[in-house]
């Protein structure tokens, strides 16, 4: 346990959100490391820690992909990318947009190189080895994402351990400022007493607006308990990009239910296709 007052000459140890697993790889992990790390994974130069940036490190995400002003293309960052079931699908299917990943956990980005090889190696897309929570503020430029995607972070359940959670306050300060204009926040969890966390968090954020505050609660009864004030409307329906994973499987199979969210930087468009039912009709 980390003293509340460490000694001044020791440094200060950040809440995190993700517990460093080893980093112990696989024969096979370990050869698609050895042979796609090189044109996926970006060496960023470290900090303090090998999970943080050197504080002058910077990352231009027209250089990263190799575009050029007029070619400039729409960014999407996934934090906890995990094996990279979405990112290598979404880089593969919409060559027109770049994927950006951030994940701690190494075995997992090894076996995300191999998914981006059998997707056909997709060019638009690159993996960042660090915490995005400690990073992302240091490493990106001011609007330079147009989508961030949370899909299925850590619930720490345990009340003690709430502050460990990623979608709280902070994140959302290190993040809004580097949203393009129209930028979206895309989260989805199969625990439902972190989905309504995740509602209370964002809900109280004044820079955000719910792109479906009209969008109904996931239908079923979950296996895990649903608090009482658990809102019955402000759900986003499924997020047709995102893959069906072997996790989110697993949480189906185990009874609980996913709630999707999505969000606006105050002042975006509603997504398009989108009618929520409970505005009134046209000329009403």
């Known amino acids: 346990m980390v003293p509340e007052n460490p000694p001044s000459d020791r440094p200060r140890r950040d809440v995190v959100s ?9 024969r096979s992990r370990q050869e698609a ?17 090998d999970t943080v940036p050197d504080p002058g490190a ?12 007029a070619g400039a293309a729409p960014l999407v960052v996934e934090i906890g990318s995990g094996q990279g079931e979405n990112i290598a699908a979404a880089a593969a299917a919409h060559p027109e947009r770049d994927h950006l990943a951030f994940e701690v956990y190494v075995p997992g980005i090894a076996q995300s190189l191999d998914r981006i090889e059998r997707a056909g190696s997709p060019r638009n897309v690159r993996l960042v080895p660090l915490d995005a929570l400690h990073s992302l503020p240091t490493l990106m430029p001011a609007g330079s ?8 972070p850590d619930p720490w359940h345990k009340s003690r351990h709430h502050k460990r959670r990623l979608v709280n306050p902070p994140l959302l300060d290190a993040v809004l400022p580097l ?21 209370t968090v964002l809900d109280a954020d004044p820079r955000l607006e719910s792109l479906h505050p009209g969008g109904p609660r996931p239908a079923g009864e979950p296996s895990d308990p649903v608090p009482e004030e658990t809102p019955d409307r402000g759900w986003a329906p499924r997020f047709e990009g995102r893959v069906r994973t072997s996790f989110e499987r697993k949480a189906l199979d185990a009874g609980r239910l996913v709630w999707d969210l ?23």
Request: charged share 30%.
């Open 18 to 26: 993700f517990v460093r697993r080893g980093t112990r790889l696989s």
């Open 33 to 49: 490391w050895d042979r796609l790390a090189g044109d996926f994974v970006l060496d960023v130069p470290r900090g303090e820690r």
């Open 58 to 69: 910077r990352l231009d995400p027209r250089e990263v992909f190799g575009r050029d002003a």
């Open 145 to 152: 994402i147009r989508e961030l995607w949370i899909f299925f």
């Open 179 to 199: 949203m393009a204009e129209g930028g979206v926040l895309r989260l989805a969890t199969d625990w439902a007493e972190y989905a309504v966390h995740m509602r």
């Open 262 to 284: 999505a969000y606006g930087v105050r002042g975006s468009r509603p997504e398009p296709g989108y009618s929520d039912p409970e505005a009134p009709a046209s000329g009403a």
